[in-house]
């Protein structure tokens, strides 16, 4: 069993619509959380980053950690075409360490 | 700031030969690290840097796979007899590790692909 579980998708929704991305997680050493987001032939940009449980908003997205379920959520309200994208869910057992576990990334598409 | 940058965007090469990709990390980031990812999955960790120095490597880096930071500054990241298996999208990210850390920026990758 991997230590992050992301379902791959794809997931397709109409415009404006309120996207949920989700990951479960094994390892309860994990405290940092992150939302990377990856567009074809790129590398992963950083999106938000939160620590332990707990909501942080940031314009359209919300990412949202509840630790007593080993589960994480990206949320995307009013979704636009640009949002099309791989969403990779990664965590950490320390803020700065060296290694990050990625989930496999769930592929969004956004239609007009 | 111009962010990480990698060099070559892509590379394809036959079954046996030699590669080396060279990343350039954001100037003021000490840590770098190299990750690997297949097509349909995630990054996995390879190894990273601290300075000059490589602190941790993955059982993923088979002794085909060298890596170095010789002066703080850019990697190299060197397969030797690369196979089919290697085929993958090489990246590179840095942070800077001290007083305030930095989450992880991440290149646009090297693209290797082995015939």
């Known amino acids: 069993q991997k230590e992050v579980e992301q379902d791959p998708g794809p997931l397709s929704v109409p415009e404006g619509a309120i996207v949920s991305l989700n990951c479960t997680y094994s390892?309860?050493?994990?405290?940092?959380f992150m939302w990377y987001r990856q567009y074809s032939r790129k590398g992963p940009e950083l999106l938000m980053y939160?620590?332990?449980?707990g909501n942080k908003e940031d314009g359209r997205f919300t990412a949202q950690v509840d630790k007593s379920s080993k589960y994480i959520s990206l949320f995307i309200r009013d979704s636009q075409p640009s949002d099309s994208a791989t969403y990779l869910c990664?965590?950490?057992?320390?803020?700065?360490?060296?290694?990050?576990?990625f989930g496999q990334g769930t592929r969004l598409t956004i239609n007009p | 700031d111009t962010g990480v940058s990698q060099d070559p965007r892509h590379k394809i090469t036959k079954r046996g030969q030699n590669v080396t990709f060279r990343c350039d990390p954001i100037?003021?980031?000490?840590?770098l690290y190299w990750y690997r990812q297949t097509l349909g999955q995630g990054p996995e960790f390879l190894t990273y840097?601290?300075?000059?120095?490589?602190?941790?490597k993955s059982r993923l880096l088979s002794d085909r796979f060298s890596a170095e930071r010789p002066k703080g500054s850019f990697s190299t990241l060197e397969i030797q007899r690369t196979e089919q298996g290697d085929s993958a999208m090489y990246l590179c990210?840095?942070?800077?590790?001290?007083?305030?850390?930095?989450?992880?920026?991440f290149g646009n990758g090297t693209r290797l692909t082995v015939t």
């Open positions: 840097f601290q300075n000059e120095a490589q602190l941790e």
């Open positions: 990664a965590m950490s057992a320390k803020w700065g360490a060296q290694k990050l576990v």
């Open positions: 100037s003021e980031h000490n840590r």
């Open positions: 990210a840095s942070s800077h590790w001290g007083q305030d850390n930095s989450p992880l920026h």
């Open positions: 939160t620590y332990s449980s």
């Open positions: 390892n309860s050493a994990f405290q940092y």
